[in-house]
């Protein structure tokens, strides 16, 4: 990393195809993509996502109960939730373990290879989908579009261009969940910031302070409406966002 630093003069990598990356691994396909022509390393990094468990209960946190009330669930065939890039499915269980009588579709959204992956049927009802997070959203008028340490991993116009793609399928009702760690402004801790540098160093992403997450949604047309941290130790916290007005 410090090589390839100073051959860009300490410059922001915010290239998602010309990082660390791609300079210690010899290849122009981002992580994603170079994961994605390697099911073993693909495996490997989807169990690897699914032990990540913050001390904190993010599914308690969202509170479905309450913010479905005013909800109307008039049509059976309704979505409540919508997990984009998913991974196996283990948030959607999660939601589906705590909220188990709130009625709604519950659907998991992944590339073919990860889909691919799942044990069918999956539990407690829920649909799997494929889907690039690149393309359109094709769910429209969920209640939640939920996205879990997806953006962290995407420099901002890549984050900016996916949200984009969310945006046209919601309604005033529905609510854009980010599930990610959310930095302080001022004090920020150590172990946060070496995610941070995680993050650029594999993926040209970043960790995110409290306003540059609001300057980010602002940028895709989105109001924060609330940010409510479920674990203290990293700021593991959902961000709420509904569109702009």
Known sequence: MPDFLEKHSYSEVNDVTKGIFQDAFTTSLSCYEYLAQNSKLQGYMQEAMSLQKPEGDWASALRIDEAVQSWSMSEPTRVLFVDIGG???????????????????????????????????????????????????????????????????????????????????MNAESVL?????????????????????????????????????????????????????????LQDSLILASLAC
């Open 87 to 169: 991974g196996l499915g283990h948030q959607c269980i999660r939601m589906r373990e705590t909220y188990p009588d709130i009625a709604g579709r519950v659907i998991l959204q992944d590339m073919p290879i990860t889909i691919g992956r799942l044990t069918k049927p999956m539990p407690h009802g829920i649909e799997a989908m494929e889907h690039n997070f690149d393309n359109l959203q094709p769910i429209k008028n969920a209640k939640f579009y939920y996205v879990r340490n997806v953006l962290h991993g995407l420099p901002d116009s890549n984050c900016i261009a996916m949200l984009k793609k969310i945006a046209p399928s």
């Open 177 to 233: 969940v980010i599930d990610d760690i959310v930095i302080p402004d001022i004090g920020a801790r150590s172990q946060a910031c070496q995610l941070d540098f995680i993050m650029m160093a594999s993926i040209a992403g970043m960790k995110r302070t409290r306003q540059q997450w609001h300057t980010l949604l602002k940028a895709a047309g989105f109001t924060v409406v609330e940010i409510r941290t479920y674990s203290e130790p």
